[in-house]
């Protein structure tokens, strides 16, 4: 590129009226992104009721940055406060897992609670993990359109890091199978990633854990007994869903793009 | 800081920016505002629309210039203002088409450039430029689209009106006769 573009050209295509052909706007497309000097010449080109234009952006602009946060610090920061805002919420879930343990110890005949609230265990953490009202870098993520789901992913696996094995743990204490803990919990929490591409994470997760609750938790312990779907024989059915929501996820990965338009 | 605004590139108007620099952000708007809103009146005929898209774009380099930053080196701060651009511009037509009015920009019938153009650098190979020429119109703004602007196959369907998978078979169809003029 060490020619550039001559002044007629870019003058036309400054000119919305003027006709430009599809290769000369192509090829001029491609160079004024790289080269600041002819971006220099278009400014220098634009008409008169292109630079009102502009006044008028620049002031709604003003307001706009008046009226809005400053720039958001450097994503490092914003991490950080991020994972200081996940901390309750990983430590009420432990708690509410610990809680479970212990009242199965004291009332063996109880259905086990750590498995019914498995599935349900990790949906505050991954709902918080990317909520906007939580999240001061949910700006960052506007400005990075594609980092959407990788940074829910990386989140995400904050939060299991830390619930699979409050999970594991408790589900030994207890004697139920492991299994059953743990393929429930996946397969939510990768329904609630689903879901939320189409409603919000947040509301995703809160419906799922609403309808776990009323259609089986609830059911469960009035009639005492553990839900069919809870048995070892049907973890291979969790671990089929689990799978193939995970697979969802990746085919819908353009959903997230704008996940921040629907917290 | 303060010292050689005029001097500094984009790049580092953007670095400036996130530091909360509004002065850099000024001259970072006046550098590439006109570049920004010709590209986008390529795209979009309702200056109402263009004007939005502008101001949330700003507004979202503005709050969100750190991310820029923090993403090391890699890519121009125009080719990153033109991503956040394209995106907002989608969702405008995504609004818009609630409404079913899409005031996109036709394309120009004129595929060939005139003589006077010809001294253009970069000049896309001729074997190509004879592949554009020939594909359909509906072919090449599916290919503007995807390739010039960073359009994903929802968005592109999105901007341009039609489903995705006519999105689809037409990038294969353009994919295939642009493969054949490179061979």
């Known amino acids: 590129m060490t020619t550039h ?18 290769v000369t706007m192509w090829s001029l497309e491609l160079h004024l992104e790289e080269c600041a000097d002819c971006r220099g010449v278009l400014a220098g080109s634009t008409a008169d009721d292109t630079r009102a234009l502009l006044d008028r952006i620049a002031t709604g602009l003003d307001a706009g940055i008046a009226a809005g946060p400053a720039p958001a610090p450097v994503s490092a920061a914003g991490r950080r406060r991020m994972v200081w805002s996940l901390v309750p919420w990983l430590v009420m879930t432990v708690a509410v897992l610990a809680c479970a343990v212990a009242l199965q110890a004291l009332w063996p005949s109880l ?6 609230l498995a599935p349900v265990a990790p949906l505050p953490g991954v709902a918080i993990a990317w909520s906007r009202r939580h999240d001061p870098a949910w700006e960052l993520i506007a400005g990075a359109p594609a980092a959407g789901l990788a940074m829910l992913l990386r989140r995400t696996a904050g939060v299991l890091a830390v619930v699979v094995p409050a999970l594991a743990l408790a589900s030994s204490r207890t004697g139920s199978s492991l299994a059953v803990a743990l393929l429930p919990c996946l397969a939510f929490t990768a329904a609630t990633i689903a879901l939320g591409g189409f409603v919000g994470v947040r509301r995703a997760a809160i419906g799922l854990g609403a309808v776990w609750v009323l259609a089986v938790a609830l059911p469960a312990m009035v009639t005492a007994r553990l839900p069919v779907v809870l048995q070892p024989a049907s973890s291979a059915a969790w671990a089929l869903i689990a799978l193939v929501l995970a697979g969802l996820v990746f085919v819908r990965a353009d959903d997230f793009r704008r996940l921040t338009s629907h917290h | 800081m303060k010292r050689n605004l005029s001097a500094a590139d984009e790049e580092e108007l953007v670095r400036r920016t996130a530091a909360g620099d509004r002065r850099a952000f000024d001259e970072l708007y006046r550098r590439t505002s006109p570049w920004l809103l010709t590209r986008l009146r390529r795209r979009c005929a309702d200056d109402d629309v263009v004007a939005d898209v502008m101001q949330e774009t700003y507004l979202a380099v503005w709050r969100a210039a750190g991310s820029f930053a923090g993403a090391a080196t890699s890519g121009s701060a125009a080719g990153w203002l033109w991503t956040i651009a394209a995106h907002r511009l989608v969702d405008a037509f995504r609004r818009r088409a609630r409404h079913n009015q899409v005031p996109a920009v036709q394309m120009s019938e004129a595929v060939a450039p005139a003589a006077e153009d010809e001294v253009l650098a970069g ?3 001729q074997e ?32 341009l009106g039609v489903p995705e998978s006519t999105v689809k078979s037409r990038a294969r169809r353009a994919r295939v006769a642009l493969r054949e003029a490179l061979s």
């Open chain 1, 111 to 116: 259905p086990s609670l750590v498995s019914l």
């Open chain 1, 5 to 22: 573009p001559s002044r007629a050209v870019i003058a036309r295509y400054a000119d919305r009226d003027a006709d430009l052909d599809e």
């Open chain 2, 123 to 125: 000049r896309v190979g």
């Open chain 2, 128 to 159: 190509l430029e004879q592949a554009l020429l020939e594909l359909p119109r509906e072919a090449r703004e599916v290919l503007r689209a995807m390739v010039l602007d960073g359009f994903s196959v929802r968005e592109t369907s999105l901007l």
